[in-house]
């Protein structure tokens, strides 16, 4: 199975301030269909997971601008520029170019 | 507006079997492939399985194969998750999930416990 490593598994922020998460992959996302299925959630306490990016960089329906991906093969970010409150929770990888398909342990964002 | 409404979580013993349901609405859920998803307390998340658009091919993650069917009726607009033979490891919120993680349930607990 392919694992998705994800850093910091915690990180602190104040209201502005612009973060990133990183998401490696045990092996390379690029499907033979030259696509690379790699997606960012984020979990809100007590609520379902929301698609914030999909296919690395493709920002989702209703999701702010100040959310942004990037990456290839094996490494991929996720930039945050400017946390809002309602950033906060456990911000997700997964990848969907391998079944079966798997997600990362998680990144808290938390208020510093 | 695109709407997944889980149910049929419960508490079930060991061994026994649950028959979760999604019905989906506000988009054409013939035309696209459905996923599964659990969630373990405290923990990540963990893809069950997906189907095609017409059930007629189904894949899932080796912790579940042979214990867990993915079935569903267009017609209903309605997504299944056949579980048999559960153990307390299967104990979750599963929720199901469509247009390419998209859209997401509000998920159904299921617990695991004699």
């Known amino acids: 199975d392919v694992v998705l490593t994800q850093t910091p598994s915690i990180l602190s922020a104040t209201i502005g301030q612009s973060v990133s998460i990183s998401c490696r992959s045990s092996?390379?996302?690029?499907?033979?269909?030259?696509?690379?299925?790699l997606y960012w959630f984020l979990q809100r306490p007590g609520q379902s997971p929301q698609r914030l990016i999909y296919?690395?960089?493709n920002l989702g329906s209703g999701v702010p601008n100040r959310f942004s991906g990037s990456g290839s093969g094996t490494d991929f970010t996720l930039k945050i520029s400017g946390v809002e409150a309602e950033d906060l929770g456990v911000y997700y990888c997964?990848?969907?170019?391998?079944?079966?398909?798997?997600f990362g342990a998680g990144t808290k964002l938390e208020l510093k | 507006e695109v709407q997944l409404v889980e149910s049929g979580g419960s508490l079930v013993q060991p061994g026994g079997s649950l028959k979760l349901s999604c019905v989906a609405s506000?988009?054409?859920?013939?035309?696209?492939?459905m996923d599964w998803v659990r969630q373990t307390p405290g923990k990540s998340l963990e893809w069950i399985g997906e189907?095609?658009?017409?059930?007629?091919?189904?894949n899932y993650a080796p912790s579940i194969k042979d214990r867990f069917t993915i079935s569903r009726d267009n017609a209903k607009s309605t997504l299944y998750l056949q579980m048999s033979n559960v153990k307390s490891d299967d104990t979750a919120i599963y929720y199901c999930?469509?247009?390419?993680?998209?859209?997401w349930g509000q998920g159904t607990l299921v617990t695991v416990s004699s």
């Open positions: 296919l690395v960089s």
């Open positions: 997964m990848q969907a170019t391998h079944a079966p398909y798997t």
């Open positions: 506000g988009f054409t859920f013939s035309n696209y492939w």
């Open positions: 189907i095609n658009t017409d059930g007629s091919k189904t």
């Open positions: 092996q390379s996302l690029l499907d033979s269909d030259g696509n690379t299925y």
């Open positions: 999930e469509g247009m390419g993680f998209a859209y």
